[in-house]
T-cell receptor
Framework: AQKITQTQPGMFVQEKEAVTLDCTYDTSDPSYGLFWYKQPSSGEMIFLIYQGSYDQQNATEGRYSLNFQKARKSANLVISASQLGDSAMYFCAMRVSYNNNDMRFGAGTRLTVKP | NAGVTQTPKFRILKIGQSMTLQCTQDMNHNYMYWYRQDPGMGLKLIYYSVGAGITDKGEVPNGYNVSRSTTEDFPLRLELAAPSQTSVYFC????????????FGPGTRLTVT
């Protein structure tokens, strides 16, 4: 069975600094995809970044990068140069190839950016 | 493009009542999903569909039903509402395959009292 774990219920970061949000996963399928979503207080879910299990390079999208360590089964999100607007809930999610209709989400991390 | 739209935005139901949450997408995605998000938690998959006429159960299907008569619409039906169904419901759609990011609707906040 696939499982996603986010162990940090809440994180604080100073504006303009970098922050790492942790995500570990468990699956026996060699082919899978990892996603990060942002959920601001307004409630919508916003896609941030994707990493495939066979991708050679770590994914990057603007200020977001994914620190993918396959052997450790971790897919941490790094946000550089934090902004006040980055304050939100962040969810890690995984989809596996044998059942790619089933996206499993972690419990989330609430990030607060301090001015 | 409107993306994924959901109605209503908010609803209060009494125990035992029924209702349908509407979801429509205009991106011609084959895959559609219904999730629920309980307070302070991540999303859990209720039902999904890989195309018109095809639906299947997700992680938490009990107490819900779905149908998919068109590519665009994927309504979620709650029969005999219970307090345990108080939650925020999200509809999402994606193109097929492992990489397909999901596009989410704005959510429906449902309270059952």
């Amino acid at each position: 069975a696939q499982k996603i774990t986010q162990t940090q219920p809440g994180m604080f970061v100073q504006e303009k600094e970098a922050v790492t949000l942790d995500c570990t996963y468990d699956t026996s399928d060699p082919s899978y995809g990892l996603f990060w979503y942002k959920q601001p207080s307004s409630g919508e879910m916003i896609f941030l970044i994707y990493q495939g299990s066979y991708d050679q390079q770590n994914a990057t999208e603007g200020r977001y990068s994914l620190n993918f360590q396959k052997a450790r089964k971790s897919a941490n999100l790094v946000i550089s140069a934090s902004q006040l607007g980055d304050s939100a809930m962040y969810f890690c999610a995984m989809r596996v190839s044998y059942n790619n209709n089933d996206m499993r989400f972690g419990a989330g991390t609430r990030l607060t950016v301090k001015p | 493009n409107a993306g994924v739209t959901q109605t209503p935005k908010f609803r209060i139901l009494k125990i035992g009542q029924s209702m349908t949450l509407q979801c429509t997408q205009d991106m011609n995605h084959n895959y559609m999903y219904w999730y629920r998000q309980d307070p302070g938690m991540g999303l859990k998959l209720i039902y999904y569909s890989v195309g018109a006429g095809i639906t299947d159960k997700g992680e938490v299907p009990n107490g819900y039903n779905v149908s998919r008569s068109t590519t665009e619409d994927f309504p979620l039906r709650l029969e005999l509402a219970a307090p345990s169904q108080t939650s925020v419901y999200f509809c999402a759609s994606s193109y097929s395959g492992l990489k397909g990011e999901q596009y989410f609707g704005p959510g429906t906040r449902l309270t059952v009292t």
